[in-house]
């Protein structure tokens, strides 16, 4: 019985992986002659204030070294520079973020606290951050990137944004997402489509895309996104930055899309679905992970004690190289000499003996986790739109888009028609799935323990095509495992292909073990130099 069910998952991988294999091969050579070669690639950065790490130019502010206002005059240069070619930003509060500034200036110089006090209480005192566009933040629109949501004005900050800015962080813009978060590349009818800094003709990916392009970019040095597929790990990986998806529960995800809510969604309906979603932080620096994480997390009432020195030869290393499932994209060659050089730096560097995992359990990875998340929810258009009737049918402008006059992008209503599609979504399957997602728990349960993490890849490729993304869904097995098992995973950028784009590597650990994760990728970031500067490859 086994031995017929293992030949008949071997047919069925092979079947996929040539047919779907040569689909996206046909789809990319199309796309290669109609771009013609290699895309604008933003210019370097030169400024030397946006070369420093949020911590360090958060100490260097409290010490009187720096000026909160320059920092933040720098940045918004920055973004005023590569805005035109990567279209990152959402709603920029410029003017705002410079009256803040010179208030932490004149707070600085009035010395009416002292710099231990400010390290503790406002440990991002003076610098400043962004946000996904999805994230309430008062008096900014969160448009979800949907022309109906246009005028939509939070009025308070969701809980994440209001941690950073508690800390002192200043806010300086939101960022681009997909329309109605419906794709894992980031387009759409109100803001445009985003591009990857290191090559315009590519994407930064989804949904996270405008933080990703950004911070890369060098116009933001921190950022916050959210994550249920992969959504702060895909952008980063494909953008060359650091990101972090927290262990489930640790960062309050409430006060995001839908914003200020037109219509009334059932509680239990977001409380379903916030449950695999992670908010988290994105980042060009490694340690600057550590000093977010302890700000988002501080009211979980757990102490994740990231400042603890590890003892890097007491940790054990685990890696998987692929999951083997139908139609999830082969490791690009560049990705997998990324993580063996990971595991032989681990191994070579603490003398230690790293082992290769295989989990054959993953196979159907991508329906898992589709059933799972759609049993979270009664209607998905209902979850994207805020429980209002905007006045379309997914179906008769699924037809109008074909012609270019549809209020969606094509994208978002390919997702919205095919959600339920039975190649992938069986209700009947439900406890089977439910099943098949314990046995992950145990086997992750079994693999992890306080001193082991798990190398493996974060994406089987790098930055496709701006058209060519939506072909990348089934590689989202890669993250999307651990949203749907709760469990913390780091990205880490580990270097560039031929073609100067970015890629690497995400690290897992147990539940609430994230500062494990997290230090190594500090650790990794200093054996392999992490974030570079586009324009510099």
């Not at 012609?403 to 979504?425: A, M």
């Not at 314990?438 to 693999?447: G, I, Q, R």
Request: aromatic share 10%.
């Amino acid at each position: 019985m086994k031995q017929a069910l293992k030949m008949k998952r071997a047919f069925w991988y092979w079947f996929f992986h040539i047919v779907v294999g040569t689909i996206r091969f046909l789809w990319h050579c199309v796309l290669s002659f109609k771009y013609g070669g290699k895309g604008k690639v933003v210019s370097p950065v030169t400024n030397p204030l946006l070369l420093k790490s949020a911590t360090k130019l958060a100490q260097e502010i409290r010490e009187g070294k720096l000026k909160s206002a320059e920092v933040v005059q720098a940045y918004i240069d920055r973004i005023l520079e590569v805005e035109p070619l990567i279209n990152a930003t959402g709603d920029r509060c410029f003017e705002n973020a410079i009256a803040k500034a010179k208030e932490v200036d004149s707070l600085i110089a009035s010395g009416s606290f002292s710099r231990e006090y400010l390290s503790k209480e406002k440990p991002l005192l003076g610098v400043p951050f962004s946000i996904k566009l999805i994230f309430k933040a008062k008096g900014l629109r969160c448009t979800a990137g949907y022309k109906a949501f246009e005028n939509l004005i939070a009025t308070e900050d969701a809980p994440a944004v209001a941690s950073m800015k508690k800390a002192g962080a200043i806010l300086i813009t939101s960022t681009n997402v997909p329309e109605l978060l419906t794709n894992i590349g980031t387009v759409n009818k109100l803001h445009g489509v985003t591009c990857n800094p290191y090559n315009t003709n590519r994407t930064s990916g989804g949904s996270s895309g405008g933080e990703g392009a950004l911070i890369a970019a060098g116009g933001s040095v921190l950022g916050i996104g959210n994550d249920l597929l992969g959504s702060v790990r895909f952008p980063a990986h494909l953008t060359g930055i650091f990101s972090h998806k927290p262990t489930r529960g640790l960062v309050p995800n409430e006060g995001c899309f839908p914003p200020e809510s037109p219509g009334k969604i059932p509680d239990s309906s977001y409380s379903k679905i916030y449950k695999h979603v992670s908010t988290g932080p994105m980042c060009r620096y490694a340690e600057d992970l550590i000093i977010s994480m302890k700000i988002l997390s501080s009211k979980s009432g757990i102490t994740l004690n990231v400042d603890e020195k590890i003892n890097f030869r007491k940790i054990k290393v685990c890696y998987l190289k692929e999951i083997r499932s139908p139609t999830a994209p082969p490791v690009h060659k560049d990705i997998s000499n990324a993580l063996e050089r990971a595991v032989s730096y681990f191994e070579n560097r603490y003398n230690l003996k790293a082992q290769e995992i295989k989990m054959p359990c993953l196979y159907d990875a991508n329906k898992c986790v589709m059933n799972i998340l759609l049993q979270c929810v009664t209607n998905v258009k209902e979850i994207f739109l805020g429980g209002t009737d905007l006045g379309f049918s997914e179906k008769l402008d699924f037809l109008k888009a074909l012609i270019g006059k549809s209020v969606l992008c094509f994208s978002s209503l390919v997702i919205f028609n095919l959600t339920y599609f039975p190649l992938w979504y069986k209700k009947d399957r439900t406890a089977y799935y439910q099943d098949m997602l314990e046995d992950w728990t145990a086997e992750f349960d079994k693999l992890l323990d306080e001193n082991t993490v798990l190398l493996m890849p974060t994406s089987p490729i790098v930055a496709p095509y701006n058209s060519e993304v939506i072909l990348a869904f089934p590689g989202m097995c890669y993250t999307s495992i651990f949203n749907v098992l709760g469990l913390p995973a780091t990205h880490c950028p580990m270097g560039f292909t031929k073609q100067g784009l970015p890629y690497g590597i995400q690290i897992v650990g147990r539940a609430n073990n994230d500062a494990l994760t997290i230090a190594c990728a500090v650790e990794l970031e200093r054996a392999f130099g992490g974030w570079k500067s586009p324009g510099e490859i």
